[in-house]
Structure formats: C-alpha cells, structure tokens
C-alpha cells in the first residue's frame, strides 16, 4: 500500500509563500507521475501541478507563474513551491499518485491566505 504524507500547510498572509512536500513510502519512479490538487471549501477538487516519471513539469493555468513542483527522488518527495499566494489560494492541498488501476492520495495540508 502506498502511502502519501504531506506537510508545510499553514496561515500565511497574501503576498508570501509556503512550500509544501509530499513524501512517499516507495520510490517515486515507481509512478507514472505525481501530482498536487486543491479543494477549497464547498467545491471541487482541482488539479494544480505535475510531474511526470522522467521529470516533465506542468502547472494549471490559475498558478502558472507562481507555483512551482519540484521532487527530490533520492528523498521519495515532492514539492509545491508556491509564491505571491492569494486568499483564492486557500485550500486543502492534497498529493496524489497513481499506479495500474490503483489511485493513491495524501491526508492533505491545509493552506490558509488571509487578505
């Protein structure tokens, strides 16, 4: 069973930034790839960036340009560098992974902007 821990959510006012990471229990090239998502309160859950096996990055048009992922493989970990957060920005942030048929994802971080 694979399993996925994030961490680095908190309350932070808009403007700055937070980087969280996603560790997990089995190498990450073992995936296809890896990726963030968001939920905030009362909608859907968004996809936000990803990475693929071989290190190919691509971010959602809403973050392009302030959100970065990045991994380290020799740590399992990935990251969401994220700059110049907005309160829109508030969310529940979860990673997730995929392999076969099976899907696998985090307990999520929390991420609070206030304005």
């Known amino acids: 069973q694979v399993q996925l821990v994030e961490s680095g959510g908190g309350l932070v006012q808009a403007g700055e930034s937070l980087r969280l990471s996603c560790a997990a229990s089995e190498s990450i090239f073992s995936f296809n790839s890896m990726n963030w998502y968001r939920q905030a309160p009362g909608k859907q859950r968004d996809w936000v960036a990803g990475?693929?096996?071989?290190?190919?990055?691509n971010h959602a048009d809403s973050v392009k340009g302030r959100f970065s992922i990045s991994r380290d493989t020799a740590k399992n970990t990935v990251y969401l560098q994220m700059n110049s957060l907005k309160p829109d920005d508030t969310a529940v942030y979860y990673c997730?992974?995929?392999?076969?048929?099976?899907?696998?994802w985090g307990q999520g971080t929390q991420v609070t902007v206030s304005s």
């Open positions: 990475i693929t096996a071989i290190g190919i990055t």
């Open positions: 997730k992974t995929e392999r076969g048929h099976s899907t696998y």
